[in-house]
């Protein structure tokens, strides 16, 4: 019977110096609140995250912002004013410096307005200016322009450039 008790009373010290150990080791309730970056540039990121004694990791870079400074700071995980502890990882997501370039597809000229329009629209573009051109076939795509210059297939412009369309007007 006593040592029943003994081994009730080392266990129960046990598991209460376990619990102690880790409150300390794990720096239990000692947390920081994370700061928000959002439109910050990376230098300016790091020595705010110094201060805190937190870290950073860049995910990835999104699509790009036009709101948003190059190369600033989009979104971040966790989220500002959240509660962490010192050392933690603070995962951001980047601005890039500008749109990225889309390629024009095969097969836009000759055809009808109609499928042309929503296919550049679908890719990023915009539909600037409609100019008519003499031609038989009236409502088809006769070329293409960007800043009054002609493009053709394969041609890369920034996702967001308006395109001219040369359409014919069926007076031939």
């Known amino acids: ?3 029943l008790i003994l081994a009730v009373l080392v266990l129960v010290v046990l598991v209460f110096s376990t619990l102690k150990y880790l409150d300390i080791a794990t720096d239990h309730n000692e ?3 994370v700061p928000d970056l959002s439109k910050f540039q990376l230098d300016i990121v790091d020595k705010k995250l110094e201060e805190m004694n937190l870290r ?3 995910l990835d870079s999104a699509n790009f912002n036009p709101n948003y400074p190059p190369y600033s700071v989009l979104d971040q995980v966790p989220k500002p004013g959240k509660q962490v502890k010192e050392n933690r990882k603070i995962y951001l997501t980047l601005n890039p410096s500008g749109y990225i370039n889309v390629e024009i597809p095969e097969n836009l000229i000759r055809k ?8 550049l629209i679908a890719l990023g573009f915009q539909i600037g200016e409609i100019i008519k051109k003499r031609d038989i076939a009236k409502g088809a795509i006769l070329e293409l322009r960007h800043n009054g210059e002609t493009i053709k297939a394969g041609d890369k412009l ?3 450039s308006t395109i001219d369309l040369v359409v014919g007007d069926g007076s031939l």
Do not use: A, F, G
């Open 1 to 3: 019977m006593l040592q």
């Open 31 to 33: 947390t920081v609140s």
């Open 56 to 58: 950073r990791e860049i």
């Open 112 to 119: 009808t307005r109609r499928q042309v329009e929503p296919t």
């Open 158 to 160: 920034p996702k967001t």
